[in-house]
């Protein structure tokens, strides 16, 4: 696999930048959009952690991200806004004990056998909700009023309005990339490369290895949850379908199409996976043929997911050049 | 629940249980032998039940329709793999499942223009179409008895191909050292290509006999699909015995649970499944 | 080099920002008289397609019929296909009204969806008219001026259908449904009928939505042996457990009843199994309707196939409308008057002529039908003007 590519700060930077304007001329149903893409990226680059830096292909991240969601949904109150203080601890919480307890069970198991179990317990999360009384069972779940912080009694930011939320989203997007990043030059995340590349070696060398990798499963599982609260704040809605594989096999996609082991490629794959399925849906109603068709290529041809494509486009122009 | 409930039940939870081994043997030999992980599986079985509803409305008769039917399906597993599979096999497990899952929305869309998204009901044939009396109110559709007797059958055949003959032979032999086998001048490739069209053709074989009693419908491969990939991973593997006991144990565990616990009854094939997997991790078998 | 690749990452997200930035919300001025814009969310793909296009040919057909206008404005559409998709539910509906600022939103099907595109218009105060899901909550806790319903609650149907199961001396039922909202609403309207006329329901039996594994089901019914069993099921479910039903020779020895929707758009797929069958619905074949007489020539030769109850209320949603576009003479600004105008029209329907209660629901004839062929024939009135009692509408 390809090394992290180096961060360029002003690549970076500029992009904030481009992000924090938006909402000052864009409209409001793509402020909207780019908002969800944001999301899609904290959620992307969570699983980035797991399977482009650890090696874990996890079939059923979208459980933490639902199961956060729900907590937001069953914790806040019926006919008043919940308080930001308790609300995203309580979802973020939620979705860490859950994968602490899941990571328990599949961490015992590996390769295939991984991919296959966590995508099984992944769908008993989703039958949990979609059939017990716990949610609104298919139909969903409702909160009538959005989270909002409040210091003593002046409201500081109320997630029911647009602008505040978009701007929340995007705090915990860079909060988020910046811990990633960090966690990454840390000792365990040092140690989930080493996994990576050779467990057997990293055993011999006397690592604690299970809970390494449990470590990094349930900060996976949490930052998924970050997601996973500002999902149901966007539209104060939840719906079983959230937890179900077909989003844990989306976010897998983002994380590829984007090119796996890079976190920008996570965030640009969720981009790019979000913008495809709005610019297909427009074009024809058979579009998901052209999701799977993009889907199809790029596994095909494009091992190294699209932040590979500069590099590929420049071989090409350029011609020759070294290998690797 | 009286004892002739219990045993109607049981008969029950024997059929699903029966079907479900059908449509997840060719899951898990392709996976066993190939080492491929193949999500479209369940479009395979949707292709049959679509196949089975075509050709009956063309033909008139299902027997007709089903033989075609397995001839069509076993040419298209044969080209699939060829076009497509065979590219996989050096290909990590990761861009296994995303291509089958690309492949996935694919075959559904290509289902829904060329077929259209209407529900269709197929004929059960005049022969089968008699029940037995079994209580004073419950009669039991020969049909469903026809299903679970060919489901047997065609449980003894695999096996016996599987371990009585050459070809099983070269088969496991394959899977366990493909070069080696190539060196000894067998044609690994055929092999491999006549594996998965056998996994494509049982799938859709089981969709075809499936479809007088389920209807037709958009999406009825996806969740055929999950409950296919419990079967395999409590089943083990690569295992068709392991997926003929993991499949009547899930068709135990759905039909009692949906009477005696009905809010849960989701729940309880993953509940069993969990149990397994605390027992054995990669299942209860593990060899084919 | 990897400052290239970044740089390069860069220009091509933000090239991809800007052009979403250009990417024009539809342009809010016309060319020459203002045309209305209805924003049609329906499902166009997948088991519920069918009813779909129904709903959008009914619609198009009362259009045409008014010469291409609605009320004396032309229209324009916008279509969104929500996929039966609720978790996508909040965004469709966001697409149609704040990307091409529809004048009025109508859909959907599926209850699920619906739910959400009601919360989404109450909030954005978008009108919104139901041509089909029939969630209580839709006309009931959620109600609202800008919200209109012109098909059904789930609670009309079974409700009818609970006073005819008494009317035939059917002391104890057994009730089997898929576990959502719609399931729920239907077994609870059917029960609250069926035991005020001094029937029991011995026991609820659901299954998980959208599971179609009947057998075990069957089996208990079986043994439970009541006088009859009401049942809710639609679309490819609805086919699947008539023909289970029949094939476990419980048609003959328990009489099997439903909403409409268990025979409705499924004959075709369940043959014989359905004969016979009772069912309760707002809309059946042989009514001795004028209009229904005409709706259903004109439609058949303009889409070559014959009506549904779908088609029936997407053209009942377009008449409704167009009551409200003629008093408001096209001018959508004026929602006050244009919602007074909809809330006394009175429709004339294919299915009869019908108002809308205060929660904004049709104030219908439920009619008892029987299958005879392929054909829901109907055989009686089964309840007169019969209104939902909008528990939880606080308007």
Same mark, same amino acid.
Request: with cysteine.
């Given at each position: 696999?390809?090394?992290?590519?180096?961060?360029?700060?002003?690549?970076?930077?500029?992009?904030?930048? +481009?992000?924090?304007?938006?909402?000052?001329?864009?409209?409001?149903?793509?402020?909207?959009?780019?908002?969800?893409?944001?999301?899609?990226?904290?959620?992307?680059?969570?699983?980035?952690?797991?399977?482009?830096?650890?090696?874990?292909?996890?079939?059923? $991240?979208?459980?933490?991200?639902?199961?956060?969601?729900?907590?937001?949904?069953?914790?806040?109150?019926?006919?008043?806004?919940?308080?930001?203080?308790? +609300?995203?601890?309580?979802?973020?919480?939620?979705?860490?004990?859950?994968?602490?307890?899941?990571?328990?069970?599949?961490?015992?198991?590996?390769?295939?056998?991984?991919?296959?179990?966590?995508?099984?317990?992944?769908?008993?999360?989703?039958?949990?909700? $979609?059939?017990?009384?716990?949610?609104?069972?298919?139909?969903? +779940?409702?909160?009538?009023?959005?989270?909002?912080?409040?210091? @003593?009694?002046?409201?500081?930011?109320?997630?029911?309005?647009?602008?505040?939320?978009?701007?929340?989203?995007?705090?915990?997007?860079?909060?988020?990339?910046?811990?990633?990043?960090?966690?990454?030059?840390?000792?365990? @995340?040092?140690?989930?490369?080493?996994?990576?590349?050779?467990?057997?070696?990293?055993?011999?060398?006397?690592?604690?290895?299970?809970?390494?990798?449990?470590?990094?499963?349930?900060?996976?599982?949490?930052?998924?949850?970050?997601?996973?609260?500002?999902?149901?704040?966007?539209?104060?809605?939840?719906?079983?379908?959230?937890?179900?594989?077909?989003?844990?096999?989306?976010?897998?996609?983002?994380?590829?199409?984007?090119?796996?082991?890079?976190?920008?490629?996570?965030?640009?794959?969720?981009?790019?996976?979000?913008?495809?399925?709005?610019?297909?849906?427009?074009?024809?109603? $058979?579009?998901?043929?052209?999701?799977?068709?993009?889907?199809?290529?790029?596994?095909?041809?494009?091992?190294?997911?699209?932040?590979?494509?500069?590099?590929?486009?420049?071989?090409?122009?350029?011609?020759?050049?070294?290998?690797? | 629940?009286?004892?002739?409930?219990?045993?109607?039940?049981?008969?029950?939870?024997?059929?699903?249980? /029966?079907?479900?081994?059908?449509?997840?043997?060719?899951?898990?030999?392709?996976?066993?032998?190939?080492?491929?992980?193949?999500?479209?599986?369940?479009?395979?079985?949707?292709?049959? &039940?679509?196949?089975?509803? &075509?050709?009956?409305?063309?033909?008139?008769?299902?027997?007709?329709?089903?033989?075609?039917?397995?001839?069509?399906?076993?040419?298209?597993?044969?080209? /699939?793999?060829?076009?497509?599979?065979?590219? /996989?096999?050096?290909?990590?497990?990761?861009?296994?499942?995303?291509?089958?899952?690309?492949?996935?929305?694919?075959?559904?869309?290509?289902?829904?223009?060329?077929?259209?998204?209407?529900?269709?009901?197929?004929?059960?044939?005049?022969?089968?179409?008699?029940?037995?009396?079994?209580?004073?109110?419950?009669?039991?559709?020969?049909?469903?008895?026809?299903?679970?007797?060919?489901?047997?059958?065609?449980?003894? /055949?695999?096996?016996?191909?599987?371990?009585?003959?050459?070809?099983?032979?070269?088969?496991?032999?394959?899977?366990?050292?493909?070069?080696?086998?190539?060196?000894?001048?067998?044609?690994?490739?055929?092999?491999?290509?006549?594996?998965?069209?056998?996994?494509?053709?049982?799938?859709?074989?089981?969709?075809?006999?499936?479809?007088?009693?389920?209807?037709?419908?958009?999406?009825?491969?996806?969740?055929?699909?999950?409950?296919?990939?419990?079967?395999?991973?409590?089943?083990?593997?690569?295992?068709?015995?392991? &997926?003929?006991?993991?499949?009547?144990?899930?068709?135990?565990?759905?039909?009692?649970?949906?009477?005696?616990?009905?809010?849960? &009854?989701?729940?309880?094939?993953?509940?069993?499944?969990?149990?397994?997997?605390?027992?054995?991790?990669?299942?209860?078998?593990?060899?084919? | 080099?990897?400052?290239?690749? #970044?740089? !390069?990452?860069?220009?091509?997200?933000?090239?991809?920002?800007?052009?979403?930035?250009?990417?024009?919300?539809?342009?809010?001025?016309?060319?020459?008289?203002?045309?209305?814009?209805?924003?049609?969310?329906?499902?166009?793909?997948?088991?519920?397609?069918?009813?779909?296009?129904?709903?959008? #040919?009914?619609?198009?057909?009362?259009?045409?019929?008014?010469?291409?206008?609605?009320?004396?404005?032309?229209?324009?559409?916008?279509?969104?296909?929500?996929?039966? =998709?609720?978790? *996508?539910?909040?965004?469709?509906? #966001?697409?149609?009204?704040?990307?091409?600022?529809?004048?009025?939103?109508?859909?959907?099907?599926?209850?699920?969806?619906?739910?959400?595109?009601?919360?989404? %218009? !109450?909030?954005?105060?978008?009108?919104?008219?139901?041509?089909?899901?029939?969630?209580?909550?839709?006309?009931?806790?959620?109600?609202?001026?800008?919200?209109?319903?012109?098909?059904?609650?789930?609670?009309?149907?079974?409700?009818?259908?609970?006073?005819?199961?008494?009317?035939?001396?059917?002391?104890?039922?057994?009730?089997?449904?898929?576990?959502?909202?719609?399931?729920?609403?239907?077994?609870?309207?059917?029960?609250?009928?069926?035991?005020?006329?001094?029937?029991?329901?011995?026991?609820?039996?659901?299954?998980?939505?959208?599971?179609?594994?009947?057998?075990?089901?069957?089996?208990?019914?079986?043994?439970?042996?009541? =006088?009859?069993?009401?049942?809710?099921?639609?679309?490819?479910?609805?086919?699947?457990?008539?023909?289970?039903?029949? %094939?476990?020779?419980?048609?003959?020895?328990?009489?099997?009843?439903?909403?409409?929707?268990?025979? =409705?758009?499924?004959?075709?797929?369940?043959?014989?199994? %359905?004969?016979?069958?009772?069912?309760?619905?707002?809309?059946?074949?042989?009514?001795?309707?004028?209009?229904?007489?005409?709706? !259903?020539?004109?439609?058949?030769?303009?889409?070559?196939?014959?009506?549904?109850?779908?088609?029936?209320?997407?053209?009942?949603?377009?008449?409704?409308?167009?009551?409200?576009?003629?008093?408001?003479?096209?001018?959508?600004?004026? !929602?006050?008057?244009?919602?007074?105008?909809?809330?006394?029209?009175?429709?004339?329907?294919?299915?009869?002529?019908?108002?809308?209660?205060?929660?904004?629901?049709?104030?219908? =004839?439920?009619?008892?039908?029987?299958?005879?062929? *392929?054909?829901?024939?109907?055989?009686?009135?089964?309840?007169?003007?019969?209104?939902?009692?909008?528990?939880?509408?606080?308007?």
């Amino acid at each position: 696999m390809s090394s992290a590519i180096k961060t360029s700060r002003s690549a970076l930077l500029a992009t904030l930048l +481009v992000l924090s304007i938006f909402p000052l001329f864009g409209s409001d149903y793509y402020s909207e959009l780019l908002t969800k893409i944001m999301i899609m990226a904290i959620f992307a680059m969570s699983l980035d952690l797991l399977v482009g830096f650890t090696g874990l292909v996890s079939f059923g $991240h979208a459980a933490f991200f639902g199961i956060a969601a729900y907590a937001v949904v069953l914790v806040s109150p019926q006919y008043d806004p919940a308080s930001l203080w308790l +609300v995203l601890p309580a979802a973020v919480l939620a979705a860490a004990v859950a994968a602490f307890v899941i990571g328990l069970f599949v961490l015992r198991t590996k390769g295939i056998y991984f991919i296959m179990v966590t995508l099984a317990f992944a769908q008993m999360i989703y039958f949990v909700f $979609h059939d017990s009384p716990l949610g609104g069972g298919s139909d969903g +779940v409702f909160i009538n009023f959005k989270p909002e912080l409040r210091i @003593g009694e002046t409201q500081l930011l109320d997630l029911g309005n647009a602008a505040h939320f978009y701007y929340i989203v995007l705090l915990l997007l860079v909060a988020t990339y910046v811990f990633l990043r960090i966690l990454l030059r840390s000792p365990l @995340g040092h140690a989930l490369a080493g996994i990576k590349s050779n467990e057997h070696r990293m055993l011999s060398l006397g690592f604690p290895v299970f809970l390494y990798k449990l470590a990094g499963f349930v900060i996976a599982g949490a930052l998924a949850g970050v997601a996973g609260f500002l999902s149901a704040c966007q539209f104060g809605f939840v719906t079983p379908e959230i937890l179900s594989w077909h989003q844990s096999g989306n976010v897998l996609l983002m994380v590829i199409l984007g090119g796996i082991g890079t976190l920008n490629g996570a965030a640009i794959g969720a981009f790019a996976f979000v913008v495809l399925q709005e610019v297909f849906s427009a074009l024809t109603k $058979h579009w998901q043929f052209l999701m799977g068709t993009v889907i199809v290529l790029v596994v095909m041809l494009l091992p190294g997911g699209l932040a590979s494509l500069t590099q590929r486009v420049r071989r090409l122009l350029v011609g020759g050049g070294s290998n690797g | 629940m009286d004892l002739t409930t219990f045993l109607i039940q049981l008969l029950n939870a024997l059929q699903y249980g /029966l079907l479900l081994f059908l449509v997840a043997s060719g899951l898990t030999l392709i996976f066993g032998i190939m080492g491929i992980i193949n999500l479209a599986h369940g479009s395979f079985y949707m292709m049959g &039940a679509y196949m089975a509803f &075509a050709l009956t409305s063309a033909t008139g008769n299902l027997f007709v329709a089903i033989l075609l039917g397995i001839v069509l399906s076993a040419l298209i597993g044969f080209l /699939l793999e060829w076009g497509l599979f065979s590219r /996989l096999y050096k290909r990590d497990h990761l861009d296994q499942v995303l291509l089958t899952y690309g492949l996935i929305l694919m075959f559904e869309e290509i289902r829904s223009m060329i077929v259209g998204d209407d529900v269709h009901g197929v004929r059960i044939p005049e022969i089968l179409s008699a029940s037995i009396q079994l209580s004073e109110t419950l009669s039991y559709p020969v049909y469903r008895l026809f299903m679970s007797a060919v489901c047997i059958v065609l449980a003894v /055949l695999m096996y016996w191909l599987i371990r009585h003959t050459r070809l099983g032979m070269m088969i496991r032999a394959g899977s366990s050292n493909r070069e080696m086998v190539q060196s000894l001048g067998i044609n690994i490739d055929l092999i491999y290509r006549l594996v998965f069209a056998l996994g494509v053709t049982l799938a859709a074989f089981a969709g075809m006999l499936a479809a007088p009693v389920s209807s037709v419908y958009p999406g009825m491969g996806n969740q055929v699909l999950i409950i296919c990939f419990v079967v395999v991973v409590i089943g083990g593997v690569g295992s068709v015995w392991g &997926a003929l006991v993991a499949a009547l144990l899930i068709g135990l565990a759905d039909t009692f649970g949906k009477v005696i616990i009905p809010d849960f &009854a989701g729940l309880t094939v993953y509940l069993l499944m969990a149990v397994v997997l605390l027992w054995r991790p990669e299942g209860i078998f593990r060899r084919i | 080099m990897s400052h290239e690749v #970044n740089r !390069r990452q860069f220009l091509i997200s933000s090239a991809a920002v800007a052009a979403g930035l250009a990417l024009p919300s539809a342009p809010l001025f016309a060319q020459g008289a203002k045309k209305v814009r209805v924003g049609l969310m329906l499902p166009y793909t997948g088991t519920y397609a069918a009813l779909g296009n129904a709903i959008t #040919n009914g619609f198009k057909l009362a259009v045409e019929q008014g010469g291409g206008k609605l009320g004396g404005s032309e229209v324009e559409y916008f279509t969104v296909d929500d996929e039966s =998709d609720a978790a *996508k539910a909040p965004e469709n509906a #966001n697409k149609l009204i704040k990307r091409d600022n529809v004048d009025v939103l109508v859909g959907t099907v599926h209850s699920g969806v619906a739910l959400a595109m009601t919360r989404v %218009a !109450r909030e954005a105060k978008a009108l919104l008219i139901v041509p089909n899901a029939g969630a209580d909550e839709i006309t009931g806790p959620l109600c609202a001026p800008n919200i209109f319903r012109t098909s059904f609650s789930a609670w009309q149907p079974a409700y009818a259908m609970g006073n005819v199961m008494a009317e035939r001396k059917h002391k104890n039922v057994v009730t089997l449904s898929w576990k959502y909202s719609f399931g729920e609403q239907s077994v609870a309207g059917f029960k609250e009928a069926f035991e005020k006329a001094g029937g029991k329901v011995v026991k609820e039996l659901y299954l998980p939505f959208p599971n179609v594994e009947f057998q075990p089901y069957l089996t208990e019914i079986a043994a439970l042996k009541p =006088d009859a069993v009401f049942v809710f099921f639609a679309g490819g479910g609805a086919v699947k457990f008539v023909k289970d039903y029949a %094939a476990a020779g419980l048609k003959s020895t328990i009489p099997l009843y439903g909403s409409g929707f268990l025979t =409705d758009g499924t004959l075709e797929a369940q043959g014989d199994a %359905a004969e016979g069958l009772l069912t309760t619905l707002h809309y059946a074949d042989g009514l001795d309707i004028p209009k229904d007489k005409e709706f !259903r020539a004109a439609y058949a030769s303009a889409f070559k196939m014959q009506p549904d109850v779908y088609a029936v209320q997407g053209y009942d949603a377009a008449q409704l409308f167009a009551t409200g576009l003629a008093a408001v003479k096209g001018d959508v600004g004026k !929602r006050d008057e244009l919602v007074k105008a909809m809330e006394s029209a009175t429709i004339d329907s294919p299915r009869g002529k019908f108002t809308l209660s205060k929660a904004h629901n049709p104030v219908q =004839d439920i009619y008892l039908r029987k299958v005879e062929g *392929k054909e829901n024939k109907v055989v009686s009135v089964a309840a007169k003007a019969l209104a939902d009692p909008a528990r939880g509408c606080r308007m």
